[in-house]
């Protein structure tokens, strides 16, 4: 039957994906856990990572927050529901928008830096080369990335929840003709711990996830510059892909009982 | 022999799929001695080399370094080996990331623990070993010539003082002017050092220059083995054909038709 064997063939590539996949991070995070832990290259990574990440982020969510509260109020004006505005915006942006659009922003500027910068050092042999000045790449190249993105993302999408819910604000009071103190009250009224705190989680795996892929599209690139763009646009299309999977398996986790 | 040899490789089989790059290499590196491995494109010269480091794992014979077995070392026998060799790769292979005395210091500092301030005084003394004045030590690698990024490679390889050198195709793309002067450093360096010595080439002038001995690999085996001084009067024909760079010969080319 030559028109199932394709798709038996793309199952198998796909199955051993999963594999190698698994086994990298595996690895990651057993050298995660043993010395010798680099923690200049950690700081240097958070500061590539995180610090200059947030302006990104800042717009996105920013923007993201202002349209919220928008259309919400369009929408919620047709049952009479605009006081609901201020709710759903500080709602949404923690559990869902502020995760999963600095995720996804993320993903694209930092995972691709990290998958062009090692997927050049491997095609240059510069791995190769720490390897024989007595240095493992997965505790050199690898662990501090994974570690900077696990401990920034939560802290930048915190910024980014504070951010767009600031956006809802500036629309609701300055367009929408909210009073500023009830707007602000309503913000906090209905949020609960947990929905800042899921989010924060989910910054998390999404950080572990977008610094993993950047790291393992990158190591394992071959065939030169052709080879590194490949690797490039791997590690932002399955980050992102994974990003929107795993958010939903977070959330079900979080929310349903 | 086998047993005083610094690096001994027996029967070794690399292949990758269906296609078999080694098909049996056996070699010895005595204490002291430099070897040079020449050959043509694609017959497996830097694959033997990958496998001697341990960045590829061999399909089966053995690898000894010190007598003590690669092929099943466990990491700690593995990174003693790894901390008494330099290597200098083809491209050079800096840290683009570091300037140029971190990548000559790298061994010193994140292999042996030294402090950078006194890795840095020991890098800029191994920059002057290479005859590189160190108001280049704080520039970007890629700031530099192609045989300068050379010479910071070697300078970086001597750096940790090693027992073992492995130099791959320590000439190739510079120019041949500059390709000397890399020789006679190669030479200098693995001398002072009493290095044994393992160089991938197909550069006749550098193998002349640098080796004690020449080892030609053909069709993932060992066909000819020698002290340097007889590559001229052997009679291996596949020898001479590559010493004279003829097309005509018995060595089969990676060619359709001229």
Known sequence: ?257 | MSTTAKISLRNVHKGFGPKKVLQGVDLDVAPGESVAIIGGSGTGKSVTLKCVLGLLSPDQGSIKVDGVEMTTASQAERDAMLAKTGMLFQGAALFDSLTVWENVAFGLIEGQGMKPAKARDLAIARLEDVGLASDIANMSPASLSGGMQKRVGLARAIATEPEILFFDEPTTGIDPIMGDVINDLIVKCTRELGASAMTITHDMASARKIADRVAMLYQGKIIWDGPVADIDTSDNPYLQQFVAGDIEGPLELDLKHL
């Open chain 1, 1 to 257: 039957m030559p028109i199932f064997a394709p798709v038996g063939h793309m199952f198998l590539t796909f199955l051993a994906l999963v594999g190698r996949v698994t086994v990298f991070a595996g690895r990651t995070i057993g050298h995660m856990v043993t010395p010798p832990i680099y923690f200049r290259l950690i700081f240097k990574q958070m500061r590539e990572i995180g610090y200059f990440s947030l302006p990104v982020v800042a717009m996105t969510t920013l923007f993201a927050g202002m349209v919220l509260a928008l259309q919400s109020y369009s929408g919620f004006s047709r049952f009479s529901a605009e006081s609901a505005v201020a709710t759903v915006v500080v709602i949404s942006m923690t559990r869902e928008l502020g995760p999963v659009l600095a995720g996804l922003m993320v993903a694209g500027r930092v995972g691709a830096a990290i998958a062009a910068e090692i997927g050049t050092m491997r095609v240059t042999e510069q791995i190769d080369a720490l390897v024989t000045l007595s240095t493992n790449p997965f505790k050199y190249l690898v662990v501090p990335r994974v570690i900077a993105g696990l401990i920034t993302l939560p802290v930048l999408v915190l910024i980014g929840d504070i951010i767009g819910v600031m956006g809802g604000y500036l629309v609701g009071v300055n367009k929408l003709g909210f009073n500023d103190g009830s707007y602000i009250r309503n913000t906090f009224q209905y949020l609960e711990q947990l929905d800042v705190v899921s989010g924060l989680v989910k910054a998390a795996v999404f950080g572990f996830i977008i610094t993993l892929m950047g790291c393992y599209h990158g190591y394992h690139s071959r065939g030169g510059a052709q080879g590194v763009g490949q690797a490039t646009t791997n590690a932002v299309v399955s980050s992102s892909i994974l990003i929107l999977i795993s958010n939903y398996i977070v959330t079900e986790l979080f929310f349903t009982r």
